[in-house]
């Protein structure tokens, strides 16, 4: 089945520090790949996205690109932010529209201090 | 602009009471899951709906049971609640490549 594996936390940061996030996923066919984000009290939101090898999604200075070849889809920022505190989550999804199952990792938490 | 609406947003449950938590989109999508997230284990899979008059069961289905109304409305019903089901469930309403939008949760402690 598919699965997704995250680096370990927690993860804690200076501010303007650089930024990685590994993740590693097993999948059929040609999943789409996301990062959302969880700030403490709400629901997950959508970071970015890519749907086909090589793509590169990117949002609010996080930046992932999906690697088919090592099948991994690493989140970096070059300079985080206190604000980027939060927990982190890899995701993805197969199949079609209709039917294809949404994935998550078990969550990555990052704390940004002054 | 709501989005996926969820209610309620707390509750507290004595064991074997039961309770549905409410979960609507107004984004016209097809498919309609709910997760629950526990410390340290990330978001698991209770069941989902991939499209309206379907449903099928995610990781941990057991104690609970779903009813998709109608497009937009998809319920998830506890029968007997245990103190095991103490959570944070969300709802989610899957856009077609996959961009999932998620209710604000409900926390549910049961004692």
């Known amino acids: 089945g598919n699965s997704v594996t995250q680096m370990e936390g927690p993860v804690t940061l200076s501010e303007e520090a650089f930024l990685t996030i590994n993740c590693t996923y097993t999948a059929t066919g040609y999943p789409s790949l996301f990062w959302y984000v969880q700030y403490p009290g709400e629901g997950l939101q959508l970071l970015l996205k890519?749907?086909?090898?090589?793509d590169k999604g990117s949002n609010k200075g996080f930046e992932a690109t999906y690697r088919k070849e090592t099948t991994s889809f690493h989140l970096e920022k070059g300079s985080v932010q206190v604000s980027d505190s939060a927990v982190y989550f890899c995701?993805?999804?197969?199949?079609?529209?209709?039917?294809?199952?949404?994935?998550f990792g078990q969550g990555t938490i990052l704390t940004v201090h002054p | 602009n709501a989005g996926v609406t969820q209610t309620p947003k707390f509750q507290v449950l004595k064991t074997g009471q039961s309770m549905t938590l409410q979960c609507a989109q107004d984004m016209n999508h097809n498919s309609m899951y709910w997760y629950r997230q526990d410390p340290g284990m990330g978001l698991r899979l209770i069941y989902y709906s991939a499209s309206e008059g379907t449903t099928d069961k995610g990781e941990v289905p057991n104690g609970y049971n779903v009813s998709r109304l109608n497009k937009r409305e998809f319920s998830l019903r506890l029968e007997s609640a245990a103190p095991s089901q103490t959570s944070v469930y969300f709802c989610a309403s899957i856009a077609g490549f996959g961009e999932a939008f998620f209710g604000q949760g409900t926390r549910l402690t049961v004692v």
């Open positions: 890519a749907t086909k090898a090589d």
């Open positions: 995701a993805l999804r197969t199949g079609g529209t209709s039917y294809g199952k949404l994935t």
